[in-house]
């Protein structure tokens, strides 16, 4: 019943976005929707350029309702959509829902360009990576989540002030692809090198380490 429940809503929410099929700023057919508090439907590319502008930011480009700094959060929730279908779905409908769900991760860390930071595109590349890693291992994508991982990886070790947890999860991300493609014997030594490794974290992540280590060992 909860699952016939969240696909009635979901056809209710593209019924939504369908009636308003055109977007107001690019007057092309809505792109990646994103819904507004006021009820306004917008491409997410476009409202994100709207508020990098000075007399965009914080309004919505109809009513000029007040939306502040919201279009991060509402963006990963239908990229949450995206990766719930993606799973439920098969051939070429599956591969439509995971190439927006990864597009809608990099239209929700454009959102960033709001804040300015010296930093900014390093910071930014690095985001992208780790939030893509995730949403990989969210659709099963094992041999994606390795090679987005080696590269999230490679930019880290090139670049200071990395969040410590945003590595250590990224690594237990990696391990756990190896762990999914039987490739026991990587995956044993990667999680044998995160035990050793992430001694002062080990509290938050020791138990899926010890899980992982005891089922490369016995499968």
Same mark, same amino acid.
């Given at each position: ?6 696909? &009635? ?11 308003? /099929? ?10 990646? #929707?994103?819904?507004? @508090?006021?009820?306004? !439907? ?6 994100? +350029? ?10 919505? #480009? ?7 700094? @919201? ?6 929730? *239908? ?6 279908? $993606? ?7 599956? @591969?439509?829902? !995971? ?18 930071? *010296? ?5 930014? *590349? ?17 041999? &994606? !989540? ?13 670049? +200071?002030? !990395?969040?410590? &947890? ?6 237990? $991300? ?37 899980? /992982?280590?005891?089922? $490369?060992?016995?499968?």
């Amino acid at each position: 019943m909860e699952e016939k429940r969240k696909e &009635e809503e979901e056809v209710q929410d593209e019924d939504e976005i369908k009636k308003d /099929g055109e977007c107001a700023m690019c007057l092309e057919e809505i792109e990646l #929707p994103i819904s507004l @508090e006021c009820g306004h !439907v917008f491409c997410v590319q476009c409202l994100i +350029h709207y508020q990098t502008t000075n007399l965009g930011k914080g309004s919505c #480009p109809n009513c000029r309702g007040g939306i502040h700094k @919201e279009i991060g959060k509402k963006t990963s929730e *239908q990229m949450n959509v995206y990766i719930e279908r $993606a799973k439920r779905s098969h051939g070429a409908e599956r @591969e439509v829902y !995971v190439n927006l769900a990864l597009r809608q991760c990099d239209a929700a860390l454009n959102n960033q360009s709001l804040f300015e930071s *010296q930093h900014y595109k390093d910071s930014l *590349q690095i985001a992208t990576l780790f939030t893509k890693v995730s949403v990989l291992g969210k659709l099963n994508m094992y041999r &994606e !989540v390795i090679d987005t991982a080696d590269e999230f990886m490679h930019l880290c070790a090139n670049t +200071h002030d !990395v969040d410590v &947890e945003w590595i250590i999860e990224t690594r237990v $991300a990696k391990a756990n692809a190896h762990l999914n493609l039987e490739e026991w014997q990587t995956a044993l030594d990667m999680f044998k090198l995160l035990y050793e490794d992430c001694k002062e974290q080990r509290g938050k992540y020791c138990s899926t380490i010890v899980a /992982g280590i005891s089922r $490369a060992q016995y499968e």
